[in-house]
């Protein structure tokens, strides 16, 4: 019985949060190719009666050939009225018949991600269908092997490089995004963080330090690892009962 019900708990707690993403605020990417350039639209839709002060931050993805990714990044703040829709980004891009493309946005309230969009797709598929790329549904997204930077000092972007190419050695590819964070602490220090949305795996002191921020980046995948392992478990035990 008391498994039942922590099963129960859980399953509650997931409902929750997967209710609390694109539902007050609903986050939409917009594709359309012309040509060799390919039109990005970052959509928002206030699906409440509540004036909304808000973040936003598209990301562009590409990886080539060669296993080598790319990262353009556009963040903003804005506003919205009630039931109010608007386009917060546009940008386009050239396409490469080789490279794979990912474009996710993200709605933040604060420090909370309550609005998500992500679209992959291979560029050499554009032109073999009139179909628009693969757009998943809101609900549901699995956002597979994204890792955002916002890093304010050369230790915080010495640490981040060290992390990702672990990160990306390790073929640990989460179905969440990890986030690698930097806030300003007491004097001139920094406290860097690695989250997996909003739930904070691993903090600590930046110093001007390679050899120390190395031994963070190796301290944060095992915690990173072991959380998405942990998870996995968590879900095939649910889904056994």
Do not use: C, W
């Not at 546009?90 to 679209?119: F, H, N, P």
Request: no cysteine; glycine share 4%.
């Amino acid at each position: 019985m008391r498994i039942v019900l922590l099963i129960i708990l859980v399953l509650s707690i997931q409902v929750s949060r997967a209710q609390y993403t694109n539902t007050e605020v609903i986050a939409k990417i917009k594709t359309n190719t012309i040509d060799d350039t390919f039109s990005i639209s970052g959509i928002a839709t206030n699906a409440t009666e509540v004036y909304k002060s808000l973040t936003y931050k598209m990301s562009v993805f590409r990886t080539d050939s060669n296993a080598n990714v790319s990262k353009n990044m556009q963040e903003g703040r804005f506003t919205l009225e009630s039931n109010e829709s608007k386009e917060l980004v546009k940008t386009s891009i050239t396409t490469d018949r080789d490279a794979k493309i990912v474009i996710l946005l993200l709605i933040y309230d604060e420090d909370k991600i309550i609005g998500k969009d992500r679209v992959e797709f291979k560029e050499k598929n554009i032109d073999e269908s009139e179909s628009p790329p693969n757009e998943l549904a809101n609900d549901g997204i699995e956002l597979k092997g994204i890792v955002l930077e916002e890093t304010k000092t050369k230790p915080g972007k010495d640490f981040y490089d060290f992390f990702y190419t672990s990160y990306s050695l390790n073929q640990i590819n989460g179905s969440k995004v990890v986030g690698v964070f930097e806030k300003l602490s007491f004097g001139r220090s920094t406290i860097i963080q690695v989250k997996i949305e909003d739930v904070v795996v691993h903090e600590f002191i930046g110093k001007p330090d390679l050899e120390y921020l190395e031994n963070m980046s190796k301290v944060a995948i095992r915690k990173v690892y072991k959380y998405f392992k942990d998870l996995k478990k968590q879900k095939e035990t649910i889904f056994q009962y």
